[in-house]
């Protein structure tokens, strides 16, 4: 992505969902999928794909911020985008995200979560009904041991032990597994150690956010000091711009 794609692409986001927000940087990235067909990537699918874009953007280099959930130590870590990749398993490659498992004695036939399901638990108000909804939507039928289906599965409500539903997102994580990035994490000051979920979507929009604002400074000091348009002023290449920038602020 060049700058002024960052800038339109924060223009265009800025009162948007997380969600429509890394759909938008996809569908930018890749003019040819339709919004539709990028909603239907598994988040998995879409996560693997954003870590590319960020790569061609901004590298392979990720540098990350957190503080110590222990000491409150402030911490920085470099970590590259490489060891992030979890490709799915190849059985789950052909299978159109639809899958199958037998749990005690029913078998159900579900589907891997995507964008538009996402958007739809981000107005739950607590993990219980997010968890619900999302079993609700993911879930295409259920078959008891008799061969008998159970439709529509909101009237089984029963089904939905605990045990069920942790054995149903053990599976799910298996076969999307770029979905959930946990990074192991250790304190250099009192050596605690923890796991963080790495989410690509808002880390990288995170980014972009402050690129866009670093472009619009830039642009503003330029304007200010030669005059220029802001169209010219992106179409330098950027050691030209930071040449100028620097005679400008010197
Ligand atoms: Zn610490």
Redesign the pocket.
Known sequence: MIDNDVLNLREMGIHHSPVEQALMILSKAYPDMTWEQLEALSIGERDARLLAVREQTFGTTLNIFTT?P??R?ALELSLSTVNLRSPPPAEAKDSGHKFSMRIDDVKVRYRLPDSTDLEAISACMDLDQARKLLLDRCVLEIHDIEGKSHQPITKYEEIYSPDFVTALARQMAEQDPQAEVILNLK?A??E?EWQALFDIASFFWTELETHAKRVLSEIYILARTYHWREQDILALTPARRKWYLEIATA
């Open positions: 110590c222990k000491c130590q304190c000051e009192c605690n």
